[in-house]
């Protein structure tokens, strides 16, 4: 297996491994590797169905199903999101700066999303690293940081998109987190779903999370991947926020997506 480094920070190709076939646990170990230290993974040229992809998915744990998905699930695979834009749609997933369900009381560590068919041009996905945007701040706003939670609420993300009434998570975690795996620090805020920094005024919640937005978004976090069709993407949702460029309309875009069970933020 080879992984190609986009870039000093945040994302890596990875090829030289036959997702579509069963693997070996050394596949497996070299995987999880490859997401620690790259944040984002990404493979090309891999045709996979729905048991491959549950097969991959599980390398790096339990699937995640989130309340949030329950519209778009494929029958029959609770777990499997189909992720689908064409000339009929009014919106796109993950459209803005996010971290996948961040506003689950356990958010999904990491999500694979496997693409069929993708538009002539364009429908990138840009990824950055919190951990970057972590260490990038001054001391001063690292202590002022430090402690802190915020509210992370799926209305703001799904609230015009799911059906009236439906149960949509709500909760709190801390604006800076370690992540498991590495011990690493990394921001966990988001504009797709972070309303409220708790414990200071509004005002001041609002100042703050508007810097924090605009801050994440610096391309010196970044790293952009252009998909082709059978490609995959799989990323870690816990030190890194992602989005998806809707410039394709009224192009298709289409294929699935499995988020894997992470644990409390802490
Ligand atoms: C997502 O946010 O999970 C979707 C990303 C994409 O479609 O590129």
Redo the contacts with the bound molecule.
Sequence with gaps: MTVEKLNPTIGAYVSGVDLTQPFGEDVADELRRALAENLAIFLRDQPIDFAAHRRLAAVFGEAHVAPSTKPWRVPGFDEITR?HADENSTY???EDW?S?MSADPEPPMG?L?Y?HTIPPLG?D?VFASMYAAWDALSDRMKAQLEGLSAVHDAVKAFGGLVPKGQALPCTSHPVVRIHPVTGRKALYVNRGYTTRIEGISERESEALLGFLFEHVQSPMFQCRFTWSPHAI?IWDNRCGQ???IWDYFPQV?SGY?IQVKGEKPV
């Design positions: 992720m796109v997933a993950g996010h996948d999500s999303l693409l429908g996905t993407a992602h989005m998806a875009r997506r």
